[in-house]
């Protein structure tokens, strides 16, 4: 579930920035809406300041999904939402960013 959160967060404040809004107002008043939990709080942040420090890597991320989604196709259960993420976060492994934050998806969202 975190990564889908990552990236849907991402996705939203890529939408508010094409839209022109301020990035940090956007993801404070997410982080007092029902949307918001720790993860979304803390990574959209992340996001918004550009933060380098990594408090939990990307290649640590893909494994946690890889591992969801084999769960979810022994169960027979469709992930449309972690297929996105596992696309991003490939991509960001891809692109050399392994051991970046994994807040870093928002820029392989962004290209």
Not at 85 to 109: M, P, T, W, Y
């Amino acid at each position: 579930m975190g990564a889908g959160q990552c990236e849907c967060a991402a996705a939203g404040l890529l939408v508010a920035e094409k839209a022109g809004l301020d990035g940090g107002q956007v993801a404070a008043a997410v982080g007092r809406g029902a949307a918001a939990s720790p993860q979304v709080i803390e990574k959209s942040r992340q996001m918004v300041e550009g933060e380098q420090g990594v408090t939990f890597a990307a290649k640590w991320r893909l494994k946690d999904i890889r591992y969801g989604l084999a769960l979810a196709r022994k169960l027979g259960q469709a992930t449309p939402l972690g297929q996105a993420a596992l696309a991003a976060f490939q991509k960001l492994i891809d692109q050399g960013l392994g051991e970046a934050n994994e807040s870093r998806v928002i820029d392989v969202l962004r290209s």
